[in-house]
Structure formats: structure tokens, C-alpha cells
């Protein structure tokens, strides 16, 4: 990223400024001064430091940029870069699961139905599961609206009508962040636990995940590809948020530099995000048999969870052997 | 065709704050939004310098080019115009703006942004000329007058430059020519991409 | 793309707009910018810089929502410049504020204040109704009861303690034809404790210069600094104080290419603009002016001519100049003797060269004895009476020259005729009035010729020991008419005095600080608030700082139940019962006084300062001839049959009765042009010889009167005293009188008219004859270097009372204890118990004050306004990063300053600035409403507290008080500064 890199230096120059003023000898006495010939020049201050910066009386401090060309760079970021880095990675990511899903078809359940059910997320997790995703959904969309809306559809529906969809679509992005947040923290209290990497995963990462091919490498409560999802939920969620925050609430934490590079992070890791979690309900859904159930009902057939959590199997059988048939009452409170 | 600047001369400008409360007073903007403001360099030191600063209706436009909605215009006199209909105030124009021109009114919780509130160059709206609803969006639209933006027009020093851009250049050009030094044309290589050579 | 919308859904004032649009939207509206090209072109073929932004709306074509608005001229209240306000009315409503293009003064621009004083009239926070405190609560009453109950009150006050125990405190803000009133108000009521703002900003300027020339008075004018290839500026920061006025300066500074030099303690706004920035410690003006006189004698840069011809006491001077070597000056200014050298080299060769200051000079305990020295070394460069040169006083309000000309004022009846048995008689005569009468209203005849207190003093004058008052009894009562209380030093002590009051009435557009400093002195009841018109309001004339007279029109009426000045003094002159003596000669309609009739009547009596040719007629031409003046110039061409020849705002002295079309004087003393044309001599005002005591012993006589030097076409080629009766006859041009005009001499004194002088000849005959022959009435005579008669006849530094450098008090004392004023001044013992104490190790930082540009005086007026306001919104004080670091303070963060009298202290926030030297901090003095960290916001009526409040710099300043007229000292004294 070029722009990175000129944040970076423009932090350095700022911290450099900052010792100058701080090491600056006491005030001039009273030898000859010329402030006229003197005067500071804007050229000058432009190439030392490509930002401008003044006392201003009023209290609104961050007036006190007279002049920050680096909008330029952002702006190439958000018009070009970002478009670029999300086209890809959103289209992409659909491009290859089509593929995948020709060539590949679904993940069947090769031993069929037990007809025997075992709880693998309770109302708790699911309710918590679907609050996130939902809040996802809807953030993805009017985020997504806000970098490709203008080229994509406001040429379809017009100013109006556009403008009309992003002021909601906004009040929406703003407001759901608060629950998707919160979701995100959920999820990693909750699954931390089965989200630990181990010695399984490198195992299961070896043999592809049985995704390609027939095999079914072992795996306890979450197989690798899980873990993935999960980090990529919280750290990426992580990210979202507190960039998300940092623009909701302008200035209170940083300037405007501080902004752009908020919203670099926000719209880089927000589109990757969305690819991932496109590949997630891709596989959440059509891309394998009886996944869905587990977050529908709660419950997966136990040939399911053999194929795919044997080692979660193992643990749960020990513990408490199977339903039977009968979906067991919701544990939720236990938990 | 005309193509209208704003041009401050910061080796005149003494930061009263006239064209501040010019435009205060023009427009009747609310408290908390600087459509336009002054800033001094180097306070209190040899070679301090002010200079009044407000949308400086730039050639490309950066906060035209990054509105999510695309409410930005530019009239035929190059004045960098917006809807507040169309506006959503994302706050993406103020990331953009070289010069922090846009203003937002505080609406509801969490500095949350209303509709974005900038210099029009006193030339109103999307709304028709002088109307009603013109003034209480956008403020008085003084250019449909024949008149040019109060701020330069009150300016104490006459620091404050606005009309058509090669007519201002001319003339700090010959100031500069005339009195021999200069500070340069505050924001124009940003704003234009040119400079003022002397 | 978007484009603009097409009024469809307007169809209301759809043609309005479409006709507008036709007209102004398209082509037309471009080649206005090509004319303002050419006109730019024009004018810098010319060689005067391009205005720039300038496209004037010659069509005025206004649109749909200015349709049918009249135009309406006023001027600014905010400073002296006196910028035109062109208001824009539609059903009486005042709707928006254009430029003022034509105006030669202001040409279009306005600071801040001038930007946005529409607001002053619309105002939510204005006070309404007349209030009073009932209980400690403010109650409202109506006018009648106010009115009648403060009458009676002072009636009584006046029966116990006598006329001189009700203080007159008028203001600077009125128009002249209101402080002329209001002084002759306090005539009548028999006392001469009536004052305004001149005494806490440029009184030391008007006595100090006029003990040197004659008139204490800018010299020469904003625009005519233009002229000028050295600008000095010593004490001053029109930046901030007369922004407008830059305007002249810095265009000057640039087409001159002059030399624009600053000496100040503080790096101003201004200093940012000077070709040389010289740094002094403050309360060190008379060794700078000093140390540059040095220089020019060493090396022969004075103007011996010059000094020969028209000066007084060069030698006198030059004895005290050699007590100044750059050694000295430098221990004593902190600036290096090469710098100063610069500086003098300058300002004595590279001429025409003007002296600028303010309050920078004024406000010492030294104030005259500092701008004499000023005027001192002007006359020595013979940089006086010349365009580009002079005296360049920026005054402060708007009508700060004209309230002092017209007399508001303790030590004089208007125009300066003074307070002996002459000046009441001439004032009488003009009056129509019997002078016993007159003298019949005071205590004696003793007290009416006695100068009255200053104001400076007021609180003093009600708590100080009865003994210590020369007067009948203390004062009781304050009626303060358009004056604010946190511009007077030692608010701690005026708690007392407020407190002490029987009674005290304001009136204001605003409650001010009176009201809630009165509230937290204790007060319950006893106050009283009359809502009073701004300026725009009302109609009147107003004096700008370059003697210019200004007609100003009333742009909307009175708001809510507000009343003129001119009303509220009338009501008073009626209910006080003197009303029909007082109003003789004045129309008076519904309780208004005509300010044109009362205009009238002090054009028939201002005789010894020429206001007698500034008719109402030939003020309102002025006004509406505007463009006609040469902004240079300022000269109208002579062919205009309406304002022909003369000089914008006929700037007095405006010579004869308004017939004889004197064109008034830009430029005082100047000896280049016929007094006809507006030239001038210095005025003989202090004798015609003097004897001097020589060292043997011996005396000799010397002449004050010119020597060789006269104006240009002068009857009498050489100096001459002033033109009475007696002189006319000598010369053999009493011929010339007419029969009436010797029918108005021999009643004047018809025991011996030949003693009737120009100043006294109520016909002008005598000024037409003197005219007539190229003469100036005064006389012509000699600029005083040694001003006898004051307290200090050649400058003396002295220290300030509370100086950090308690090395040199020894050497440079303050002068020692007297009475002053029917007070005592006891400074010398104050500074002696300074320095004992050890005040300067406690409080070592030096602590100045001074303006902002976005407000003005005590600042309630402005601090209301939002657009302004919101600009400052705290008060603050600035600190070198030095001395704060030392105290571990912040910029931005909350202080205590602490003061050196009264366990004084202030909360405030620090600006961490190099504008100001270490040891040296700053503060600006409009900020009230808080009160050693308490915020009084409670004490104001409800609704119309200021919107911005903050500790007032006066809460922490100190003592101190120019012998010659009472100038506070808050430019200097001595603080501490601390985090909270």
C-alpha cells in the first residue's frame, strides 16, 4: 500500500515537528527581527511536511489543518484501489466457489442419515450466531453501497431514490454495528475454547479438509476451516468495529489523517471479510450436506458429525451418548 | 468563461476575522459551523502569517469525486455546489478535502454527521435563485446578484481575493511584482494545480 | 452529473425569479467580472494597488428576498476608523449588511465587529424593559416608574451630599449630539464629575498632546498614512484594535515600500507584518523614545529648521536625551543599542515619517508624560504638519474623539473651553441661560471651576474617608449611561464601592458588568437597568479617530421598549425639573430631542475647535457624496455643487459658520496649504512669551510664537498670537466686520470688547476676518518640547508602580504622593511598599493587557453577539513556553492568575505563545462575568447574560494613576501565574 507507507512517513515528519517545537530555543530577545522577510512560505511548508497547521481561536481544534493534500491519496484509495481490491476479492471469491461447486457439487454425506440427531449449537450460540450474521448482512450491503453504489446502482434508480436508500442504508450501518459488536465479542467468549489451534488442524489442513476429494480427516468441535472462520469473525470483526468507531465518532480519538487511515483498514478488511464470509455460507448452506442444520435446528445428524467432528463425536458419545431421536431440551441455561 | 477562485493574500491578511463573520452574517450560519475560518502559521513567531481559508471550489473536485451519492455540481462559473437533499453526511468529503471545508451539523447521538454544510461561494443551491428555500439550505446567493462572495468583499486588508481566477492572479501578481515578496497563493497548487509564479 | 433544479415547484415568485435570472445569471453576470479586471488594470496603471475582490454591484440588482429593502447608512460602533454600515431594511426589519464601497474610509471592509453588527440589534439577549432589584431579584417596571423614582431618588441624594455626590458617567458610544447632552445634563445638575471612556483610553493623549500643539488629536488620518515611508508604531495594535485601518497601513507599506516598525512587548497580529519588530520590556516607551533621540542627535538627523522655526525647549530636551545612552536604554528596555539606531536612522531620514500608538502608551501611570515624548521626537525629525507624517492617535470607540471634543469630560465644558468663570459664561451665552443660574446648580462657584473625579476613581470616590474627598460629601449615586465597569482596574475594590452605593442606575443595551458585579458586592435593591437604542437605532454624528464627523441615519427603530440616549437624557433633564432651560434652544418632539437642532446648537458655540461648520446639512451631503472623495485625498473635487472642495466629514477644525464652506482640516499644522484649503500653524495656547530663568541667575523672555514659519497665502508672514477684537484693530481689519457680527462682539463684553476672541465671538466674525487674510484664528505659534505647567514639563521615565525591576526605582521613582482630582494619589507610596515587600519575587511575571478584534471594550455587547462569540469563547491569558514550562502549565489549560493587590485571582486558560516575551504575560480585558473563579451568569436579568463569560483582566490589575488626568495603569503591573 502506497498510501501506508505515506502515513507512516507523515506520522514520522509529525513526531519530528513535534521535538522541534518541544527543542526549540527560548524566544528571540530582542535582536534584529524582519518578520516580513521572514515570512513563512506555503511552498516551503508543503514540502516539509505536506500538511499545514496553524493556531485557530475557535475550539473546534482539528480547524487548525489549513491544508492536508494527502486527501488526494485517499481519495485515489477509495475511487480506484478500493474498487479494485474489492471487485476482486468479493467477485473472485464467487467466481471460484461457482467453480468449486461445478466441478466439486456439494459435500454429500457419504454414510447417509443415522436418523439420530446430536445438539451441536444450542439456542444461545444460534441466537448469537444469527444476530451476528444478520447484523453482518445488513452492514455488508450498505457498506459495500457506499464504495460501488454510486457507479452500480444509483445510475439504475437515480439520485433521488439513491440517495433516499443510503441515508437509511447508513442509519443502518451506524446503528447495527452496536449489536454486531457486540455479537463478535460473543462469538469470541463462546467459542474460544474449541477455537484453539492444535496439532489435529495441521492435520486436517495436510489432507485438504476432505473438501477436495473424498477424505474425512479427523477434527474435533471445529475443524480447521472453522477456526479460520472463527478468527477471521473476531479479528476481522475486531478490525471493523474499532475502525468503524473511529469514523462514527469523528475526531474524538484522531484527525483526519487518523480518518482516512481508519477508513483504509475499515474498507480493506471489511471487503475481505465479506468474501470470506461469502465463502462461509457457501459452504454453511449448499456447499455441504447437514451443515446447515446446525445452525437451523441445532442439531446434526451423528453420521454427520462423524464425517466431520469424529473427535467431537468421540467426546460428546463419552460423555452423554446419543439423542435417539428425541432432540434433547434446550441446554442453553446449563451452559 | 469565468472560472471563479478565492485567492488569500496572507501577507495582507491580519486574521480579523471579517470575512468569518461576514459569511456568519450573510448566510446566517448556526454556531459550531465554520463555513469559512482563519488560521495563523507559526504563532507568535517572525514570519507568522494568517490565512482565511474556506472551500476553495477546487478543480476536480476531491469531494465530488468521493461522494457516495454524487450530490456535488459545479455551476458554470466553477463553483463547487451540493445538494443537502442528496447529501447522507457520511463524512466522506471531509476525508477527501484538502482544505477541511466541509462542516457538519451535529444531529442526535454519537457525533453522528447531518447534512453537510460548506462555502458556496454565496451562490446558493440546486433550489432556484434567491428563493426561499435557497436561503435557508445554502444561504444567500449573492453571484445570481452579480455580486461576489461577502467575505472577499469585506475583507479589511482586501487580503481576501474572489472573482474570476486569472483576474485575482493578475492582480496578486502585481502586488507581488509591486511590493517585492509574497507567501504564495495559498492553496491554489492543491486546489488548481497551479501556481502563481512572480 | 446534477445540474441546477428548474423552479417548477416555486410558481409563487416564479417570474421574480426568472426575470432575475435572465438579468443577472447569465452573460451579464460575467462581464461584470471583465469590468472589475479593467478596473483592476486601471487603478494599478495608476500605481495604487488593485483592490481585488472588488466587483461592485452597480445595478444593485437584489434579489427576490432583498427586493424592496432600502439602503440605510450608519456607522460602525466598534472603533474609531469609522467604517460606513450599509444596512439593508425591508419592513423596518434590518435583513442584511453590504458592503460600503463608497465610503473612503473603509472602501467595503469591515473587521469582525463591523462584519457582523446587525446582530447587535437583533439581538434575543438585549435588555427589553427598564428593570429594577427588588429583594435581590431584577423586577420589571415601566419607564415611567424608573424614571420617577431614579428622580427622585438623586433629588434626595442631592439635598443630603450635594450635586457632586451623583456621578455622570456617559460614554464614547453615544453620538456626539448624546455626549454633548449628557455633558450638559451634568452642567445643569451642577457637577463636574462627568466622564466617559476617554479617561481610561486616550486621555493622557489629549492632554499630553495638546500641552504640545495646541489640539489632542490624531494629526492626520488612516488614509493619509498611506503618505507615509516610515511607519512606527509604538504602542499599539491596530491589527486587533482598528483592523481596518491595516488597510491603509499595509497598502502603504507596500507602495511606499516604507518601513513598517513595531515596538512592543508582544509579537502582535500587526508585528507579524513589520519590516523591523523591536521588543521592549513594557512601561519602558519614554527610554525607547529616548534611546532613538540619542541617535538623531549624535548624528545630526533632527530637522534644525524645523525646531527652529516652530519648536519650544529644544535645548531643555537635549539635556535630558543625554541621560540616555544605548548602554542605559538598553538596561532599561532590553533593546540593543544598534537595533534602536536602526529604528531612529529610519525614522529620522527616511521621511515623511509617522508616529502610531493606543493604549500602549497611554495606559501608565506615565501616559502623558510618554506621548509627549512621542510628539517630542516627531518635532525633532519635523515629522508634524506634513501628509505621511504626524501623530497617528488610533483612538479607541467609535466616537471617543467627538464625546471629548463635545466636553464629557472633568475638566472641561465642550469643545475645550475649560471650567473658569469665561468658559461657563460662554456657555451660557450660547445657552441662553442666566450663568447665576448655572452657577446657582453647583455647591460654589469654587467647585464649578474645580475639575471633577475621574472616573478611573468613581469606587473611591464613594469609599475613601469623607476628609479625603474635596468635595461636599462622598459620591452616592452613579448613573452610568453606555460605559461598562470591567474596564475600570481594581475590581476587587469596586465590589466596595459598589456595595456603598445608594444608588445606581444603568443604562445599556445590555446589563453589563455593573449589574452582576452589583449583585455579587451583596446589593438587594437600588439598581436600576434602562434598556437604551445602539447607535443604529438612533441618528446622530460620530466623530472618527481622524476628526471627520459622520452622519449616521437610524437604520431600524429602538427594539422592545429601548429608548435613544437623547430621550433618556430628556427625560431625566424633565424629571430633575430643568428640562425648559435645558432644551431652550432644541426641538423636542415626544420627548426626543432633534439630534439636528442639537447639532445646531453646539455648531454655535464650538468656536475654539471648529465644529462650528459642520452643519447637520453639510454632514448629511457628505454622506450622500461619499464617492465623490479621493480616498487619498479625501478631498471631493471643487466643482461639486454639493460637497465642492471639501474634506470627507469636514474634519475639524472646520472653520466660520457652516456659510463660509471651510473644507475642514485633514491635517493639522500643516503649513503647505491656506487655511482656507485646510492648512494650519501650531497654537499659541500657552502664552506668547515665557520667562526663563537662566543659571546665573538672571531671566530672559522668549517667544512661543513662530519664527519664520506661517501657512501658506498668510496675511501676517511670521507667528502670531490669537485673533481677538484688540488684534483685528492693530491690524486695522475690524473694518471687515459686519454690523451684526459687531452687534454679537460688543454684547459679549460690552465692557471691553476688544478682549472678545475668535474662541468667544459667538457671530465669527472674527474667525471669517483672520480667514479672510489666510490666517488661522488661533493664532501661530510654537510646539511645546517643554510642556510648563504639566507635572513632568520635559518626559521623565518612571518606573511603572509595580515593576519587576526594583533596581531601578531608585533612579526612576514614580512621581511622589499628591491630590489629584479632589483625591489623593498616593502611587509613590504604593510602589515604595511594592518594592519593600518584595511584591516582584512573589509576582514576577509582568502582566499587560489589550484588545481582541473580535471584541470591544468591557465586551458584554460583543460577547452577546453568537457570531463574534463563538470566535473567543474563553478567556485567556498568554504565556512565553518558557515561563510555562516552569509552572508546568499547557496551552489550552486552566490557570490561576494571581494579582498583586487585593489576594486578587482569576481562572482562566493559558495560551502558550511566543507572541510574548518570557516574563511577560498577556491578557485581554473584555471578558467579564466571572469573578475569581465564580461564574455570575445568575446575577444577570434572565435572558440577557452574555453568551460568553470569563474572568475580567481587571479583577488582577493594580493601582496606579497618571498625575495629569487620572489614566489607570493597566498595561502594566505584576501577576503569577499557576496550573490548577
Known amino acids: 500500500m502506497v498510501s501506508f507507507a505515506k502515513f507512516v512517513r507523515a506520522a514520522v515528519w509529525a513526531c519530528a515537528l513535534l521535538l522541534l517545537i518541544v527543542a526549540a530555543p527560548a524566544p528571540v530577545g530582542a535582536q534584529q527581527v524582519n518578520p516580513t522577510a521572514s515570512a513563512v512560505k506555503e511552498r516551503q511548508l508543503l514540502q516539509e511536511l505536506n500538511r499545514i497547521q496553524g493556531r485557530v481561536s475557535i475550539p473546534d481544534q482539528r480547524s487548525g489543518v489549513l491544508e492536508q493534500p494527502q486527501g488526494r491519496e485517499w481519495r485515489e484509495f477509495h475511487n480506484v484501489t478500493l474498487r479494485w481490491i474489492g471487485g476482486v476479492a468479493i467477485i473472485g471469491m464467487l467466481a471460484v466457489l461457482v467453480i468449486f461447486y461445478l466441478t466439486r457439487g456439494m459435500v454429500r454425506l457419504e454414510s447417509g442419515r443415522s436418523g439420530r440427531t446430536i445438539v451441536r449449537f444450542n439456542t444461545y450460540e444460534r441466537f448469537v450466531h444469527w444476530m451476528t450474521a444478520t447484523c453482518f448482512i445488513i452492514l455488508a450491503i450498505s457498506g459495500l453501497n457506499i464504495t460501488f453504489g454510486r457507479p452500480l446502482l444509483l445510475p439504475l434508480i437515480g439520485f433521488e431514490a439513491f440517495s433516499e436508500w443510503s441515508l437509511w442504508a447508513k442509519y443502518a450501518h451506524n446503528y447495527l454495528s452496536f449489536p454486531f459488536t457486540i455479537g463478535v465479542v460473543l462469538i469470541l467468549l463462546m467459542w474460544i475454547g474449541g477455537n484453539i489451534p492444535n496439532k489435529v488442524d495441521v492435520e486436517w489442513m495436510k489432507r485438504g479438509g476432505g473438501i477436495v476429494g473424498h477424505d474425512h480427516p479427523p477434527a474435533y468441535r471445529f475443524n480447521a476451516g472453522q477456526k479460520a472462520i472463527y478468527w477471521i469473525v473476531v479479528i476481522g470483526g475486531g478490525f471493523v468495529a474499532a475502525s468503524g468507531y473511529v469514523l462514527m465518532f469523528p475526531f474524538y480519538t484522531t484527525g ?26 457457501y459452504i454453511g448452506t449448499i456447499g455441504m450436506e447437514g451443515a446447515f442444520e446446525a445452525m437451523g435446528s441445532g442439531e446434526v445428524d451423528v453420521n454427520w458429525a462423524r464425517e466431520h467432528h469424529s473427535l467431537w463425536l468421540d467426546e460428546q458419545m463419552a460423555r452423554t451418548g446419543p439423542n435417539d431421536g428425541q432432540p434433547q431440551p434446550a441446554t442453553a441455561a446449563a451452559e | ?130 428563493s426561499k428555500e435557497e436561503y435557508e439550505k445554502y444561504g444567500a446567493n449573492r453571484l445570481a446578484e452579480g455580486k461576489l462572495p461577502l467575505c472577499a468583499e469585506m475583507c479589511s486588508t482586501k487580503s481576501l481575493l474572489a472573482g474570476d481566477g486569472e483576474i485575482i492572479a493578475q492582480i496578486y501578481k502585481e502586488r507581488v511584482m509591486k511590493r517585492g515578496y509574497g507567501s504564495g497563493a495559498w492553496g491554489w497548487k492543491t486546489a488548481y494545480r497551479e501556481t502563481i509564479e512572480s | 452529473m446534477l445540474i441546477k433544479r428548474t423552479h417548477q415547484h416555486s410558481p409563487g415568485h416564479g417570474s421574480v425569479v426568472e426575470s432575475l435570472a435572465g438579468q443577472a445569471g447569465g452573460l451579464d453576470r460575467r462581464s461584470f467580472l471583465r469590468k472589475s479586471g479593467l478596473a483592476g488594470g486601471a487603478l494599478a496603471a495608476l500605481g495604487a494597488l488593485p483592490v481585488g475582490s472588488v466587483r461592485k ?97 438623586l433629588q434626595a441624594v442631592r439635598e443630603k451630599s450635594g450635586p457632586d455626590s451623583v456621578y455622570w458617567l456617559g460614554s464614547a458610544k453615544m453620538t456626539n449630539e448624546g455626549a454633548y447632552l449628557f455633558r450638559k445634563l451634568g452642567a445643569f445638575w451642577g457637577t463636574n464629575n462627568t466622564d466617559h471612556q476617554a479617561r481610561i483610553c486616550h486621555s493622557t493623549t489629549v492632554t499630553g498632546v495638546a500641552n504640545t500643539w495646541g489640539y489632542g488629536a490624531m494629526t492626520n488620518s488612516y488614509n493619509d498614512i498611506r503618505n507615509a515611508k516610515t511607519q512606527v508604531i509604538l504602542g499599539g495594535n491596530p491589527a486587533e484594535a482598528h483592523p481596518v485601518s491595516l488597510q491603509h497601513l499595509l497598502e502603504g507599506k507596500e507602495l511606499q515600500k516604507a518601513n513598517f516598525i513595531v515596538i512592543d512587548p508582544r509579537l502582535t497580529r500587526t508585528a507579524a507584518h513589520a519590516t523591523e519588530y523591536v521588543r521592549m520590556r513594557p512601561g519602558t516607551d519614554i527610554p525607547v523614545l529616548y534611546g532613538m533621540m540619542w541617535h538623531i542627535l549624535q548624528n545630526g538627523w533632527e530637522d534644525k529648521e524645523f525646531i527652529q522655526q516652530r519648536v519650544y525647549g529644544f535645548d531643555d530636551i537635549k539635556k535630558e536625551v543625554e541621560k540616555w545612552p544605548p548602554e542605559e536604554v538598553e538596561r532599561v528596555t532590553g533593546i540593543p543599542g544598534e537595533q534602536l539606531k536602526r529604528v531612529a536612522k529610519m525614522f529620522a531620514t527616511e521621511k515623511p515619517a509617522t508616529l502610531i500608538w493606543a493604549m500602549g502608551q497611554t495606559q501608565k501611570t506615565v501616559g502623558t508624560a510618554n506621548v509627549r515624548a512621542s510628539c517630542i521626537a516627531l518635532l525633532m525629525t519635523g515629522n508634524v504638519g506634513k501628509a505621511g507624517a504626524g501623530a497617528n492617535i488610533f483612538r479607541g470607540h467609535d466616537n471617543v474623539q467627538g464625546a471629548t471634543d463635545v466636553g464629557l469630560d472633568i475638566v472641561t465644558l465642550p469643545f475645550y473651553y475649560g471650567l473658569a468663570e469665561g468658559a461657563w459664561k460662554h456657555w451660557s451665552r450660547v445657552w441662553e441661560v442666566d450663568y447665576d443660574f448655572l452657577k446657582s446648580r453647583f455647591d460654589s462657584k469654587q467647585i464649578m471651576e474645580t475639575p471633577g473625579i475621574p472616573l478611573t476613581r468613581w469606587f473611591e470616590a464613594v469609599t475613601l474617608p469623607k476628609d479625603q474627598v474635596a468635595q461636599k460629601d462622598n459620591v452616592k449615586a452613579v448613573f452610568v449611561q453606555g460605559h461598562a465597569s470591567n474596564s475600570i482596574t481594581r475590581i476587587p475594590e469596586s465590589l466596595n464601592g459598589l456595595k456603598a452605593l445608594e444608588l445606581l442606575v444603568i443604562a445599556d443595551p445590555h446589563p453589563t458588568t455593573w ?165 494650519g500653524t501650531f497654537r499659541p495656547r500657552f502664552g506668547v512669551e515665557r520667562e526663563e530663568k537662566l543659571p546665573d541667575g538672571t531671566t530672559r523672555k522668549v517667544s512661543l510664537l513662530a519664527d519664520g514659519s506661517y501657512s501658506l497665502g498668510s496675511g501676517i508672514q511670521d507667528g502670531y498670537p490669537e485673533f481677538t477684537l484688540a488684534s483685528l484693530k492693530k491690524l486695522g481689519w475690524d473694518s471687515e466686520l459686519t454690523e451684526a457680527e459687531m452687534a454679537v462682539i460688543n454684547k459679549i463684553n460690552p465692557a471691553n470688547p476688544d478682549t472678545v476672541s475668535w474662541a468667544l465671538d459667538l457671530s465669527g466674525g472674527i474667525q471669517r476676518v483672520a480667514l479672510a487674510h489666510g490666517c488661522v484664528p488661533y493664532g501661530n505659534g510654537k510646539a511645546r518640547m517643554n510642556a510648563f505647567g504639566l507635572p513632568d514639563p520635559i518626559p521623565v521615565h518612571r518606573e511603572p508602580i509595580y515593576t519587576p525591576r526594583v533596581d531601578l526605582v531608585a533612579k526612576y521613582p514614580t512621581l511622589p504622593d499628591a491630590k489629584q482630582f479632589r483625591m489623593p494619589n498616593i502611587g509613590f507610596s504604593v510602589q515604595k511598599a511594592a518594592v519593600e515587600k518584595g511584591i516582584a519575587k512573589q509576582f514576577p511575571l509582568i502582566l499587560s493587557s489589550g484588545r481582541l478584534v473580535e471584541y470591544e471594550g468591557g465586551g458584554e455587547e460583543t460577547r452577546t453577539n453568537p457570531w463574534l462569540a463563538e470566535l473567543q469563547q474563553d478567556m485567556f491569558i498568554e504565556i512565553n513556553p518558557a515561563d510555562a514550562a516552569e509552572r508546568g502549565v499547557k496551552d489550552g489549560g486552566w490557570v490561576w492568575v494571581t494579582g498583586a493587590e487585593n489576594n486578587s485571582r482569576a481562572k482562566m486558560k493559558a495560551l502558550v505563545t511566543e507572541r510574548v516575551g518570557k516574563g511577560v504575560a498577556w491578557m485581554p480585558f473584555h471578558f467579564g462575568g466571572w469573578l475569581a473563579g465564580k461564574d455570575l451568569r445568575g446575577n444577570y436579568p434572565k435572558g440577557t447574560d452574555p453568551i460568553v463569560l470569563g474572568e475580567s483582566a481587571n479583577t488582577i490589575t493594580t493601582y496606579g494613576y497618571d498625575p495629569a488626568t487620572g489614566m489607570q495603569e493597566p498595561k502594566v503591573t505584576l501577576c503569577q501565574i499557576a496550573a490548577v
Request: glycine share 8%; proline share 6%; with cysteine.
Open chain 2, 1 to 130: 468563461m469565468a472560472r471563479m477562485k478565492f485567492l488569500c493574500d496572507a501577507d495582507r491578511c491580519i486574521e480579523c476575522n471579517a470575512c468569518v463573520t461576514a459569511c456568519k452574517n450573510e448566510h446566517e450560519v448556526p454556531w459550531g459551523i465554520n463555513r469559512r475560518r482563519v488560521v495563523t502559521i507559526n504563532d507568535g513567531k517572525p514570519g507568522e502569517r494568517s490565512i482565511s481559508m474556506a472551500c476553495m471550489h477546487c478543480t476536480d473536485a476531491p469531494c465530488a469525486a468521493v461522494c457516495p451519492v454524487n450530490c456535488f455540481y459545479t455551476t458554470a462559473d466553477a463553483v463547487v455546489l451540493h445538494s443537502k437533499d442528496l447529501c447522507i453526511g457520511c463524512g466522506y468529503c471531509f476525508y477527501a478535502c484538502p482544505f477541511g471545508a466541509p462542516q457538519y451539523p451535529k444531529v442526535g447521538n454519537f457525533g453522528s454527521r447531518g447534512k453537510m454544510d460548506k462555502c458556496t461561494y454565496c451562490a446558493g443551491g440546486p433550489e432556484a435563485d434567491g
Open chain 3, 57 to 153: 454591484a452597480e445595478a444593485a440588482m437584489a434579489g427576490p428576498l432583498t427586493a424592496g429593502a432600502t439602503i440605510r447608512k450608519n456607522i460602525c460602533t466598534h472603533c474609531s476608523v469609522g467604517c460606513t454600515v450599509t444596512a439593508e431594511v425591508l419592513n423596518g426589519v434590518w435583513i442584511g449588511q453590504e458592503p460600503s464601497w463608497d465610503s473612503p474610509i473603509n472602501r467595503g471592509s469591515h473587521c469582525a465587529k463591523g462584519a457582523s453588527v446587525r446582530e447587535l440589534v437583533h439581538s434575543e439577549r438585549r435588555l427589553r424593559y427598564p428593570m429594577k432589584l427588588v429583594n435581590g431579584q431584577w423586577t420589571r417596571v415601566s419607564w415611567d416608574t424608573a424614571i420617577n423614582e431614579i428622580g427622585d431618588k
Open chain 1, 256 to 281: 483526519i489523517e487518523g480518518m482516512q487511515l481508519a477508513q483504509i483498514v475499515h474498507s480493506i478488511v471489511a471487503v475481505l471479510f465479506v468474501a470470506a464470509m461469502i465463502a462461509h455460507i
Open chain 3, 515 to 679: 449589574a452582576s458585579l452589583s449583585v455579587e458586592a451583596g446589593r438587594k435593591d437600588g439598581v436600576y437597568i434602562l434598556p437604551v437604542a445602539t447607535q443604529f437605532e438612533c441618528k446622530g454624528s460620530r466623530v472618527a479617530s481622524n476628526r471627520s464627523l459622520q452622519w449616521g441615519e437610524q437604520i431600524v427603530k429602538p427594539i422592545f421598549e429601548s429608548k435613544d440616549d437623547l430621550e433618556v437624557i430628556y427625560l431625566m433633564a424633565k424629571k430633575l425639573g430643568f428640562a425648559d432651560q435645558m432644551f431652550k434652544k432644541i426641538k423636542v418632539e415626544n420627548n426626543l430631542p432633534e439630534a439636528e437642532d442639537v447639532l445646531r446648537e453646539m455648531n454655535r458655540g464650538s468656536w475654539s475647535t471648529g465644529y462650528c461648520g459642520q452643519s447637520p446639512e453639510r454632514l448629511k451631503a457628505h454622506m450622500k457624496n461619499q464617492a465623490k472623495f479621493d480616498m487619498l485625498s479625501m478631498r471631493a473635487p471643487k466643482d461639486d455643487p454639493e460637497v465642492g472642495g471639501d474634506y470627507y466629514g469636514l474634519p475639524w477644525p472646520c472653520w466660520g459658520s457652516p456659510e463660509v464652506k471651510h473644507p475642514g482640516t485633514p491635517l493639522l499644522y500643516n503649513t503647505n496649504l491656506n487655511v482656507m484649503d485646510g492648512g
